[in-house]
């Protein structure tokens, strides 16, 4: 929410709506939410273009994996007003371009001279940051056959675990029927998840 100028009432008046709607509200000026969305928005969405387009051209796509399909799912996304946003914003994504670039570009320097120490503190360091995010949604992957009743067992899962499902996505198997099931819950719902769809007999996938 930008802070720009405007009076003190009217930002607690608009941090109420925002609230009441479940929202958690920021106070920003237009400039920082500018540069923020670039790197948590903007960015993301060029980033899962680019890793379809390298791993397509390396014919990686038939062992892509859930990981890969959680990085890449934005890129699945509607097309037709993502040129005007980033033309909107272009002096920050081209910023978080260049920031992205040095990141990487560090990370390559690294592999290059054999340096797995540099590696492992930049991994670690992304995972302490990535921890400090707060509570988001976690996957539970559940192997699917192909028979009828199998999406049925998963309700029953789901019932069971009392889990608050956020996103669902099925990813067919390359060479038959099945394939994986991905759910998003919370993750202190991802224990209870676990161990409802193990006691109806599924395999999870990792």
């Known amino acids: 929410m930008a802070a720009d100028g405007a009076a003190e009432d009217d930002l607690q008046a608009v941090e109420r709506m925002a609230r009441a709607l479940g929202a958690n509200p920021v106070r920003m000026t237009a400039a920082e939410h500018d540069a923020a969305v670039a790197r948590v928005s903007h960015l993301p969405h060029l980033l899962a273009g ?4 390298v791993a397509t051209r390396a014919n990686a796509t038939p062992l892509a994996g859930g990981g890969f399909r959680d990085l890449t799912r934005v890129a699945s996304s509607d097309t037709s007003w993502w040129p005007d946003v980033l033309e909107a914003n272009a002096a920050e994504v081209v910023a978080a371009i260049s920031e992205l670039q040095a990141a990487l570009d ?29 509570e988001h949604h976690a996957q539970v992957r559940v192997v699917l056959l192909d028979r009828p009743g199998e999406l049925a067992r998963v309700g029953h899962a789901l019932e069971a675990s009392q889990a608050n499902v956020r996103d669902i996505q099925l990813r067919h198997g390359e060479h038959g029927g099945g394939g994986v099931l991905t759910i998003s819950v919370l993750p202190r719902s991802v224990e209870a998840l676990r161990q409802a769809l193990v006691a109806e007999g599924f395999t999870l996938d990792g």
């Open 50 to 53: 680019a890793l379809v387009t």
């Open 106 to 134: 560090d990370t390559r320097r690294s592999l290059e001279a054999r340096d797995k120490a540099a590696v492992a503190a930049s991994l670690d360091r992304a995972r302490e940051l990535r921890s400090t995010l707060g």
